[in-house]
Nanobody
Framework: QVQLVESGGGLVQAGGSLRLSCAAS????????MGWFRQAPGKEREFVAA????????YYADSVKGRFTISRDNAKNTVYLQMNSLKPEDTAVYYC????????????????????WGQGTQVTVSS
C-alpha cells in the first residue's frame, strides 16, 4: 500500500512563500507521475501542478504559473511544491497524489490520473 504524507503547510502573509513536501512510501516512487491538487472550502478539488515520473516535464494551472514550482527528489521519495508570491485565493487544503500508470500518464490535470492521495496540508494566506 502506498502512503503519501504532506507537510509544510501553515499560515503566511500575502506575498510570502511556503514549500510543501510529500513523502511517499514504496520502492517504485520514481516510476510514477506526481501531482498537487488543492481544495478550498465550498469548492471542488482543483489541479495545481504535476511532474512526470522522469521529472522531464511539469504542468501548472494557469492560476499558479510563474509563482509555484513542482520538483521531485527520487532518491528521497519526495515531491515538493515551492509556492512564492502567495495570494489569499491560494488558501486551501493541498493534497499530493501519485500517478496511476507506471512510467506513463496522459491527462495530468485530471484527478482520475492519480491512484493514491495524501491526507492534505492546510495553507492559509492572510491579506
Amino acid at each position: 500500500q502506498v502512503q503519501l504524507v504532506e507537510s509544510g503547510g501553515g499560515l503566511v502573509q500575502a506575498g510570502g512563500s511556503l514549500r510543501l513536501s510529500c513523502a511517499a512510501s514504496g520502492r517504485t516512487f520514481s516510476m510514477y507521475a506526481m501531482g498537487w491538487f488543492r481544495q478550498a472550502p465550498g469548492k471542488e478539488r482543483e489541479f495545481v501542478a504535476a511532474i512526470t515520473w522522469s521529472g522531464a516535464s511539469t504542468y501548472y494551472a494557469d492560476s499558479v504559473k510563474g509563482r509555484f514550482t513542482i520538483s521531485r527528489d527520487n532518491a528521497k521519495n519526495t515531491v515538493y511544491l515551492q509556492m512564492n508570491s502567495l495570494k489569499p485565493e491560494d488558501t486551501a487544503v493541498y493534497y499530493c497524489a501519485r500517478g496511476r500508470t507506471y512510467a506513463s500518464g496522459t491527462d495530468f490535470y485530471s484527478p482520475y490520473e492519480y491512484a493514491y492521495w495524501g491526507q492534505g496540508t492546510q495553507v492559509t494566506v492572510s491579506s
